[in-house]
């Protein structure tokens, strides 16, 4: 645990966050400044930086998560597209410095963004959360 990582607190329990899904290796929780409804974050539990000092196994779960939280976005809200996108130190945009893989649903014709620009608000989060939440159960994995 790095004790200024957010996400690290997060992880934690030191921080709020809207969880969605979480198992040994990673955590997924709905990100505060969604770029579209249903916007993911799903990081390993371990604190690693970046890709260039990530335990592969990690993002091998990180993966098969992918898989199983983009049938809980399609049948949640609909989504038509599915972005899955993971940056990598400043210079690619990487904003906040413990791994993590966006999982953003997209409609067509909206423009792909990567970041929001509003928070959204915590009832909005607990509400979608309730509904990503009842339909993994529905979903294998
Ligand atoms: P990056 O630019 O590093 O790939 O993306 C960082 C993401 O983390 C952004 O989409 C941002 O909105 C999100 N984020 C930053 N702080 C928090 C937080 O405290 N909680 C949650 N759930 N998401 C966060
Ligand atoms: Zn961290």
């Not at 030191?14 to 969880?19: I, T, V």
């Not at 505060?32 to 249903?38: F, H, L």
């Given at each position: 645990?790095?004790?200024d990582?957010?996400?690290?607190?997060?992880?934690?329990?030191q921080?709020?966050?809207?969880?969605?899904?979480?198992?040994?290796?990673?955590?997924?929780?709905?990100?505060?400044?969604p770029?579209?409804?249903?916007?993911?974050?799903?990081?390993?539990?371990?604190?690693?930086?970046?890709?260039?000092?990530?335990?592969?196994?990690?993002?091998?779960?990180?993966?098969?998560?992918?898989?199983?939280?983009?049938?809980?976005?399609e049948?949640?809200l609909?989504?038509?597209?599915?972005?899955?996108?993971?940056?990598?130190?400043?210079?690619?945009?990487?904003?906040?410095?413990?791994?993590?893989?966006?999982?953003?649903?997209?409609?067509?014709?909206?423009?792909?963004?990567?970041?929001?620009?509003?928070?959204?608000?915590?009832?909005?989060?607990?509400?979608?959360?309730?509904?990503?939440?009842?339909?993994?159960?529905?979903?294998?994995?």
């Amino acid at each position: 645990m790095s004790e200024d990582c957010i996400f690290c607190r997060i992880i934690a329990g030191q921080a709020p966050s809207e969880r969605i899904y979480e198992d040994a290796r990673v955590f997924a929780m709905l990100d505060i400044m969604p770029a579209a409804e249903g916007h993911l974050l799903i990081v390993p539990k371990r604190h690693c930086a970046d890709i260039f000092d990530a335990d592969p196994e990690d993002i091998a779960q990180i993966g098969r998560v992918s898989v199983t939280l983009a049938k809980a976005l399609e049948r949640t809200l609909g989504a038509e597209g599915l972005g899955v996108y993971q940056l990598n130190r400043a210079a690619a945009g990487q904003t906040v410095f413990h791994y993590h893989t966006h999982l953003i649903p997209r409609w067509a014709g909206a423009e792909p963004r990567l970041h929001g620009r509003e928070r959204a608000s915590g009832e909005a989060l607990a509400a979608l959360g309730a509904r990503l939440r009842e339909a993994l159960t529905g979903i294998a994995h």
